[in-house]
């Protein structure tokens, strides 16, 4: 018998980016399948037995580890909770763990329990693992600073991931980033020189997908799509007639640099191809904090001007945006909101400045003495803890953060941007939503659910005027609406998450005024009679905090454990200090 390899893919927590609350309107687990592990398991030598788990679409059982001889896990930082636990059950049946992906690579020297690291890009470390593992030999670390050639990595393992269970399909075309933005790991991890598959190689994959059956949506997960255009243009050049000739089964959207814009002859050759999305990192529209940052790329054209050229030419720009540079001041947060309401940016991903590790950011701040700890969940747009100093006082910081995400996904204001932009698009033919049956399910559903939710007036109101400002795109107008959905659950969420944290500060400060009046009224001989009142005045206060705490969304309850943990640790420490002036101990 050979090697048995359990692949293991972490659960993503809710965040914007999991669409979490829109897939079950399409009956859909999971946005796409794990395309590092898919790779991987391509990678592994003939012979091997390889099985998947990705927690996002089916639970982890004991007999799937107990059948492995090693379990693979791959993880991004905003995984490492999901990732921390499987690791402990593979511990705990001693079944070796085998770690990779962007966040072992960045942080192993803080994950416990993984008997072998194998970093970097899988296609040089893997095999200098299993031939040693192979032998007997396996060490506990594989690194290395070489980039590989894409043109020798291998279709990925389509066959382990059911159609049914994702929303869309994703491939690579490249790795790397020309540009050098400071807070950015991409550079770190894939290099300042973009490497390319070959045109052939990518339509071997796409020809992969089709005999499955994949049809709709398809991510390419490049981190800049553009980065080398020479060889974007050739693929291009044969991508527009395979789509063609097999009747655009795919639709794609990507990453690229806010540049796109000014290539005209790109945009039109993307537009053919099929795609009809493009996530842009814009940032911030301060161009000094763009300057200060080194994203240059943003400085040599107008941002909004940007953005309408390529709506314009029929694909739709998803934004990210930072608050939290040193140059920020106390408007920024309504110029962000001003700026993506006018640049009809329905997607608007803005997040707290977060100092990753390995970025030039994290070695400036380490160097200044301002980092205050890692980089937390790795989550910058809803877990709200700084790791660094920002020049902005932090609390001024958060509180403007939170009032950006309540305005820009206030339904009315959402539901405005998508209207705009369904005017702006001009989609082609190629690019143009299809309507199927899972676009019908999700018509239906939206129907059901959103016309009686807290904004089924605003969505009413979008879903007239947008039917009949563009009746052609009626596809694009329901993904607009369920998208908001997800969106606006996500930042009710957020906010009753911040609320909570904020009354547990008020109880703390309620139970600690109730302990000094105790002990301005009495001498310490008189303190023992009042420690059973205490005592209770404690568990009161416990469990309020406790019923606020069930009020939480169940998804959203593991982002308070941490300050529900210090809560409790305070009010025992506060009525251990008051008991240890009495001769009685505390129960």
Wanted: charged content about 25%; hydrophobic content about 45%.
């Amino acid at each position: 018998m050979g090697l048995r390899v359990l692949l293991v893919y972490p659960e993503m927590p809710p965040t914007y980016w999991s669409m979490r609350y829109a897939l079950p309107f399409i009956g859909k687990k999971a946005v796409f399948p794990p395309l590092g592990l898919l790779t991987v398991a391509a990678l592994l030598p003939e012979g091997t037995e390889v099985s998947m788990v990705d927690l996002n679409v089916t639970p982890l059982t004991d007999a799937a580890l107990a059948a492995a001889d090693l379990v693979f896990i791959s993880a991004m930082i905003v995984q490492k909770e999901s990732m921390a636990r499987v690791v402990r059950r593979c511990n705990t049946l001693g079944k070796p763990v085998v770690a990779g992906g962007p966040y072992p690579t960045s942080c192993h020297d803080q994950i416990e329990g993984v008997a072998h690291f194998v970093l970097n890009e899988a296609e040089v470390t893997l095999p200098l693992f299993l031939q040693d593992y192979a032998k007997g030999e396996a060490k506990p670390l594989y690194a290395s600073a070489e980039k590989p050639d894409l043109t020798r990595s291998p279709a990925p393992r389509f066959d382990l991931v059911r159609r049914k269970d994702y929303a869309e399909m994703a491939l690579q075309f490249s790795r790397g980033c020309p540009f050098d933005c400071e807070f950015c790991d991409i550079i770190e991890l894939f290099g300042r020189r973009p490497r390319t598959k070959t045109p052939a190689q990518f339509l071997h994959e796409l020809e992969l997908l089709h005999r499955e059956g994949w049809r709709g949506p398809l991510f390419l997960v490049d981190d800049n799509f553009i980065g080398n255009r020479r060889e974007v243009k050739a693929l291009l050049a044969e991508l527009i007639p395979w789509q063609r000739a097999h009747h655009h089964p795919f639709a794609f959207f990507t990453e690229a640099s806010l540049d796109l814009a000014s290539d005209e002859s790109l945009m039109d050759q993307m537009v053919q191809a099929g795609f009809n999305m493009v996530f842009l990192g814009i940032e911030t529209p301060d161009p000094c904090a763009l300057k200060a940052a080194g994203k240059q790329q943003n400085l040599r054209a107008d941002l909004l001007a940007s953005v309408r050229t390529i709506q314009r030419k029929g694909m739709e720009v998803c934004g990210g945006f930072i608050v939290g540079f040193d140059s920020d001041r106390g408007d920024i947060f309504e110029r962000q909101a001003r700026f993506i309401q006018e640049a009809a940016i329905p997607t608007a991903m803005v997040g707290l400045l977060t100092a990753l590790p390995r970025t030039r950011l994290h070695r400036r701040l380490a160097a200044e003495g301002r980092l205050t700890g890692d980089s937390g969940g790795g989550n910058n747009t809803h877990d709200l803890r700084l790791n660094f100093l920002p020049k902005m006082e932090p609390r001024k910081l958060v509180d403007g953060y939170k009032r950006l995400l309540a305005e820009i996904y206030h339904p009315d204001r959402y539901f405005d941007r998508c209207l705009r932009l369904l005017k702006t698009l001009k989609p082609h033919r190629a690019t143009r939503r299809k309507l199927h049956a899972m676009e019908l399910r999700a018509f239906v559903r939206s129907l059901l659910v959103q016309t009686f939710s807290r904004y089924g007036w605003a969505y009413w109101r979008f879903l007239v005027k947008g039917f009949f400002a563009r009746p052609l795109m009626v596809p694009e107008t329901v993904t607009l609406a369920v998208k908001g959905h997800h969106y606006f659950k996500i930042t009710r969420s957020l906010l009753e998450l911040e609320r909570f944290k904020a009354s547990l500060q008020e109880l703390a400060r309620t139970f600690e005024a109730r302990l000094q009046a105790a002990r301005a009224q009495d001498v310490p001989q008189r303190l023992p009679q009042h420690l059973a009142e205490l005592r209770s005045a404690r568990d009161r206060v416990l469990a309020q905090m406790q019923a606020r705490y069930r009020r939480l969304p169940q998804d959203f309850r593991a982002y308070a454990d941490d300050a529900v943990t210090a809560f409790r640790a305070g009010l025992d420490e506060r009525l251990a200090r008051i008991a240890g002036e009495a001769p009685i101990p505390i129960s």
